[in-house]
């Protein structure tokens, strides 16, 4: 393939461009609160279609898919258990129609709302759950997996073992931090950045990072101390366009394009290798990502 693997990438230097938020776009083009956003998939592809064409004409490097809530213990909220297959090969195969053959398809995988803890689920449930979704996934043409906004270290490492020991994908792994009144960072479930690196790169995840919950300035401070644990991983960042503010009953994104483009320096100096976005992101904070980059000299 043309694009190589995006480890490789990385390692000659580049600073990668990655895509945006998913979740509002869609309810930009009509999904409904309840709705299933993975059936779109297979009942809307143009409209899915479309959404990845916007990332990856505002010059983005790689392209997730609509597959975040394609496990089966997601799917069967909405009766379609017996679906995943299908709907998550569509997912990759809309992605990698967009990216043709020179951007890279990392597809989405995000938790199953399962708990070990809680006695919900067994570890071993969690990994064959992802590895239904993981098989299907690259049978679509998903070049990576990006395991996504996880907070629990078991759950976390059963998805990268499942990614591992059943497709020849890159695999990322990605948890979502909150800052504690200490000011260090910690998952839901008390996980900190040292701990997700060392569990994800045990498990074997060849690319490390951190998503959603934070904005740039947050994860400037999130990816040095990963930086700190994974000297020589390479680390992806998907922040948010700052943190959220409800008005009117609405969450609105502060960070503008600019804003989070003027950062970018910041990250790479902190040692991240892939830039993105996640919830409030658009196309166009994208497209100033890149042009951030490309200042760098990096692209």
Known sequence: MSRGKMVDAVKAGRILVSDGAWGTFLQKKGLQPGACPELWCVDRP?????IARSYIAAGADMIETDSFGGTRYKLQHYGLADRV?????????????????????IASVGPTGQMTLMGDVTEAELQDAFKEQAVALAAGGADGLCIETMTALDEAAAAVRA???????????????????????RTMMGVSPTAAAQVALAAGAHIIGTN??????????????LRAAAPQTPILVHANAGLPKNV???????????????RVPALVAAGANIIGGCCGTTPAHIAALRAAVAALGKA
């Open 248 to 262: 009117g009953g609405v969450d609105i994104f502060p960070e503008s394009p600019a804003d989070m483009a003027a």
């Open 85 to 105: 297959a299908e709907i998550n090969r569509a997912a990759a195969a809309l992605s990698r129609e967009a990216a043709g053959p020179d951007r890279w398809v």
């Open 163 to 185: 990614a591992r020991e059943n497709t020849a994908c890159e695999v990322i792994c990605t948890f979502t931090f909150d800052r504690s009144v200490t000011g260090t960072y």
């Open 46 to 50: 143009a409209d899915v279609l479309d």
């Open 212 to 225: 959603c919950g934070n904005g740039m300035e947050r994860m400037v401070e999130i990816v040095r101390e």
